[in-house]
C-alpha cells in the first residue's frame, strides 16, 4: 500500500539547543517520532560547549545549522546567491525591513540583521525545497523571509515579552502575512488578538506545551522534613521576582523556619540578586546553582518538598509543569497564562504577583499542612497528564501543521 510522504518543514529557533528552551528540543524530536520530517535552523549557536550537553542535545546539534556561526563567506554567498536569482524579490524584502523600521534608525539598525539573518536561513531551507517554516523565538527574520522567498511561515508565540510592544514585535504585520500563529495558552490567543485585525483571527491556533509524565515521574513525599527544601527554576532576569521570594525567605527564616532555598537557572540579575542576598544575611539558606543540565534540575525536583515562582510576567512555564509532574506542590503568581496550569487551592497555590508577605504566608501555609501539600501534588500530576501531556499537545500541534499547511 502507498503510504503519504511525511510532512517537511523547517524550524527556525533563536538558539538551539539551549538550556533554557529544552521544551523546543522535546517538541522536535517528538515531532519527529511522529512521522514528520522536521529541519532545524537556529539563529545563534548553542548555549554551552557539546561536552556540556545531554546526548539528546548533541544528536540536534549535529543536525543543526546556525546563522551567525556560518562565518561570513557564507553568508555573503547566501546573499549573493538571493540577489543574482531573485535581485526584485531580494530588494524588496530589503526595503520592507526598513519600511517596518519608519525613521528609527535604532530599528532600522535591528531589522537590517534580522534581514540578514532571514536570507541565510532562507537560502539554507529553500534548498532542500522546504516551503514552510515554524519558529519559537524567531519571527521577526520569518517575517521578513516570507518576503524574498516562497515559503510560508508560522510561529508559535509565548508571551508575555512578546506583548510588551505588539508595536515593534510587528504582531498585527506577522497575523496577516503568517500562514497561522500558535498561542500557547487562551491567555496569549487573547494577547494576539487584542493586538491584530479582527480578519486574521482565524489564523490564531491555542497549541499548549507539555512535559513527559513518565520522564518526571513522582517523587516521595516527605511528611516532616527537618529542613524544608524550595526550589525555584528560571532565568534570572527581571521578569521573575526573584527579589521578592528573597524577602519572602528572609521573613520566613526571621521567624525561625528551618528552610533552604535553591535557584537554578542564570541570567542578567545574578549579580543584584547575590548583593541582595548578602545584604539580607541568607548566604547560609539560599544557593544560587547557575544553569544546569535536565538530568541535575530533576534531581532537584526529586530533592525539594515545594517549588516556586515569584514572577510578575510569565507564559506558562513549563518548569511548572515539570515541578506538578513529579507531584512537587507548586506556589505561582496569578498572573497572564498561569491559571490556565494551575487552579487555585487545587492544583497547586497561587498568590498576587509583588507581595512578599503573601509569598513568606502562602510557604508557610504549605510548610505547616503536609497533607495539603500531598494534596496539591497529587492533583497536580493528574492536571499536567490531563491538559499538558507532551506526547497529547505535539500530535495536536501536528494535526494544526498538517491541516493548515493543506490548505496552501
Known amino acids: 500500500m502507498n503510504s503519504a510522504p511525511p510532512l517537511r518543514l523547517a524550524y527556525l529557533v533563536s538558539q538551539y539547543p539551549s538550556v533554557t528552551h529544552t521544551f523546543i528540543l522535546r517538541e522536535i524530536r517528538t515531532l519527529r517520532k511522529l512521522g514528520l520530517e522536521v529541519h532545524v535552523f537556529s539563529v545563534r549557536g548553542p548555549d554551552r560547549p557539546p561536552a556540556a550537553m545531554s546526548p539528546e542535545e548533541r544528536e540536534e ?18 546573499h549573493l546567491r ?13 526595503f520592507y525591513a526598513l519600511r517596518l523600521a519608519g525613521l528609527n534608525l535604532p530599528k532600522a539598525f535591528h531589522n537590517l540583521m534580522y534581514f540578514a539573518e532571514s536570507v541565510v536561513a532562507g537560502s539554507w531551507i529553500s534548498r532542500l525545497k522546504l516551503t514552510h517554516v515554524h519558529s519559537h523565538f524567531a ?24 506583548f510588551n510592544d505588539v508595536v515593534d514585535f510587528y504582531m498585527a504585520e506577522k497575523v496577516a502575512q503568517c500562514a497561522f500563529l500558535c498561542a500557547i ?28 509524565p513518565a520522564v518526571f515521574e513522582p517523587r516521595p513525599h516527605r511528611e516532616n522534613p527537618e529542613r524544608f527544601e524550595v526550589l525555584c527554576v528560571g532565568r534570572l532576569a527581571a521578569a521573575k521576582g526573584h527579589y521578592i521570594l528573597l524577602d519572602a525567605m528572609h521573613r520566613l527564616l526571621g521567624v525561625g ?4 532555598l535553591r535557584m537554578a537557572g542564570d541570567g542578567p540579575e545574578r ?72 487552579r487555585h487551592s487545587v ?39 490531563e491538559k499538558y501531556d507532551l506526547d497529547r499537545n505535539t500530535a495536536h500541534l501536528a494535526e494544526i501543521f498538517k491541516r493548515r499547511l493543506s490548505e496552501k
Not at 538571493?82 to 530589503?94: D, R
Not at 519571527?139 to 512578546?162: C, K, Y
Not at 523556619?257 to 533552604?260: A, K, L, N, Q, T
Not at 510557604?363 to 499536567?384: E, F, K, N, W
Request: a neutral charge; proline letters at 7%.
Open 185 to 212: 495558552s487562551t491567555f496569549a490567543a487573547s494577547q494576539i488578538m487584542k493586538a491584530s485585525d479582527s480578519r486574521f483571527w482565524a489564523k490564531v491556533e491555542v497549541a499548549p506545551l507539555g512535559v513527559d
Open 257 to 260: 523556619r528551618p528552610i533552604r
Open 82 to 94: 538571493t540577489v543574482l536569482t531573485t535581485p526584485i524579490a531580494y530588494f524588496g524584502g530589503l
Open 61 to 78: 546539534l549535529a543536525r543543526t545549522r546556525a546563522v551567525l556561526q556560518a562565518g561570513v563567506p557564507a553568508i555573503f554567498a547566501a
Open 271 to 342: 549579580a543584584g540578586l547575590e548583593r541582595r542576598i548578602a545584604a539580607l544575611k541568607l548566604e547560609k539558606n539560599v544557593e544560587l546553582l547557575g544553569s544546569l543540565n535536565q538530568d541535575r534540575v530533576r534531581q532537584l525536583y526529586r530533592e525539594s518538598d515545594l517549588f516556586i515562582l515569584t514572577s510578575f510576567a510569565e507564559g506558562v512555564p513549563v518548569v511548572l509543569m515539570e515541578a506538578m509532574a513529579m507531584e512537587v506542590p507548586c506556589i505561582s503568581t496569578w498572573i497572564t497564562g498561569v491559571p490556565e496550569l494551575i
Open 347 to 385: 492544583d497547586g497555590w497561587l498568590i498576587p504577583p509583588g507581595d512578599a508577605d503573601q509569598a513568606a504566608r502562602a510557604i508557610a501555609h504549605l510548610m505547616d499542612d503536609p497533607a495539603l501539600r500531598q494534596r496539591l501534588g497529587c492533583s497536580g500530576r493528574a492536571r499536567v497528564i
Open 139 to 162: 519571527s521577526t527574520p520569518e517575517l521578513m523571509l516570507a518576503r524574498v522567498f516562497p515559503i510560508t511561515f508560522s510561529a508559535t508565540i509565548h508571551g508575555p515579552d512578546e
